[in-house]
């Protein structure tokens, strides 16, 4: 090579490296940015976790009680740290549920004061109670959140009912809970034929059946979407020990 040619190939060469090294002090400079920008989202997740070590603690607390002494107050905190809605939780005060009245409750005690979700929430903090399981993981679908259910149900041919469901806040914990008056009362689904659907895909879950995609789900013994028809007919009576 020539002098020029030479001279040419190295001016090229340190152009690059100069754009290189621009290139890396900017990424340098985004990166500094986005650290001293993450200083007060980490002291508020602390602060989050610090808050969530003491309902842990205090949840822990209740749980180690025998749950027929546990008072109405303490029934009340229990299921509003287990994230059981306000709302239900004023009827539950009202209504005088202390431990003794929990370990008996159903979910038809509750009327239809307390909404879909409030009355599945109800259910399983006293489900989970009575049965000794508060410390356990929620399990397949049991612990979906309402764009899991979303997707299952698009997935399973339901999808307006699955938009539905979505708009309604029903979660993995309420979806294994369904029965078919939840689908008539509250979710609108007036056809017999998709609500005779719908329980069946609800059954495959709560039965460890397998789904579209193959996969083995795990939900809770002792929920029953689909219960006979003479529970079915007893449903729609009136129940005397409903809340007011």
């Known amino acids: 090579k020539t002098m020029e040619e030479r001279k040419k190939a190295l001016e090229e060469e340190l152009k690059k490296l100069n754009e290189n090294i621009v290139t890396k002090e900017r990424e ?4 500094m940015k986005k650290v001293k920008g993450k200083g007060g989202e980490i002291e ?8 969530l070590e003491v309902k842990v603690k205090r949840l822990d607390q209740l749980n180690s009680k025998a749950i027929k002494i546990l008072t109405v107050e303490e029934v009340k905190e229990t299921m509003r740290l287990e994230g059981v809605r306000e709302d239900a939780l004023q009827i539950l005060g009202t209504n005088g549920v202390d ?8 979910e038809s005690d509750l ?3 307390i909404g879909l979700i409030g009355r599945k929430q109800v259910q399983f903090v006293a489900e989970r ?3 000794g399981r508060m410390n356990e993981e ?22 307006e009912e699955g938009a539905k469901m979505k708009a309604e806040g029903v979660d993995g914990i309420t979806l294994v809970r369904l029965e078919v008056r939840d689908l008539i009362e509250e979710l609108g689904v007036g056809v017999l034929k998709r609500r005779k659907e719908i329980i069946s895909k609800i059954d495959g879950l ?22 006979p028809p003479q529970q079915q007919q007893q449903e729609k009576s009136s129940n005397p020990n409903q809340f007011k």
């Open 99 to 106: 431990g003794e009245a929990l370990v008996d409750l159903e």
């Open 206 to 227: 709560r039965q460890g059946k397998k789904d579209k995609n193959g996969k083995e789900e795990e939900v809770p013994k002792g929920t029953n979407a689909n219960p």
């Open 111 to 113: 009327g239809m004061k």
């Open 138 to 159: 929620l399990k397949g679908a049991e612990g979906w959140d309402v764009d899991q259910v979303e997707k299952w149900m698009t997935e399973n041919g339901m999808k």
């Open 44 to 51: 508020w997740l602390e602060k989050q976790f610090a808050s």
């Open 129 to 131: 109670r009575r049965e």
């Open 28 to 31: 340098h400079n985004e990166w």
